[in-house]
């Protein structure tokens, strides 16, 4: 079972995730959305039939290893703020939405779900944070073995607000929010196309105070016999 620490204190967290939620397409600007989506058609994923798109996948997916597991050739991995849901209690994290690209143009759940869905381990209280989200910096970096090349850059005002994303979930999916660790959502590619590399790392940077969340891991492809 995954376990998560609050960064502040180191102390354990006392929340047991139940399920994964994958929200797509939740930028606040609709026409960069779109824009968004017709980059990706460019590569051949279909647009989705609604928006924000919601996907789920089993739990066995999360992970906070630094070394996983990939079947596909083409997979590649999206920073994205990722929210921990207990009642009235919100604590995030920063993570990846790892997915498979081959099979994401035939399949977008089974290419999110061959995949692993790795997570920090340490988090913060929503609350700690809340005043100052938008200016909350969200970032990755891809290469061979290390932080070789920038992927993504921007500022989580890009994205829907916790508390309104947050609404859209409750009420399309209902009770189901409660105990969920939700991917919100992540900024556009700074190359516009998916580079898949061994080594990802996300950081979700907080200016005012100089402290970071992040998620750093390796792949590593699964041979055939």
Known sequence: MVKFKLQASQRDLEFVPRR?????YTGRNQEE?????????????????EIPTIFRTTLDR??????MEVLGEHTSGEAEAVLLVAGNDIWVAVGSDHTDRELEKV?????KQVCPKPVSAEVWRYVDVRERWDSLVLRSWVGETGREQLYQEGRMSALLRPEDL???LRRRLGRLVD????????IPLLGGRFVPRPYFEAELFDESTGHSLRCAYRTRRVEAS
Do not use: C, R, Y
């Not at 994964?20 to 797509?24: R, S």
């Not at 105990?179 to 992540?186: C, E, M, P, R």
């Open 179 to 186: 105990g969920a660790v939700i991917f919100s959502g992540t």
């Open 166 to 168: 947050l609404d859209m």
């Open 20 to 24: 994964i939620i994958i929200a797509g």
């Open 62 to 67: 999360l992970k906070t290893d630094n070394d």
């Open 33 to 49: 959305v779109k824009a968004h989506i017709n980059e990706l058609a460019a590569q051949g994923v279909p647009a989705p039939a």
């Open 107 to 111: 399949n977008i759940v089974a290419s």
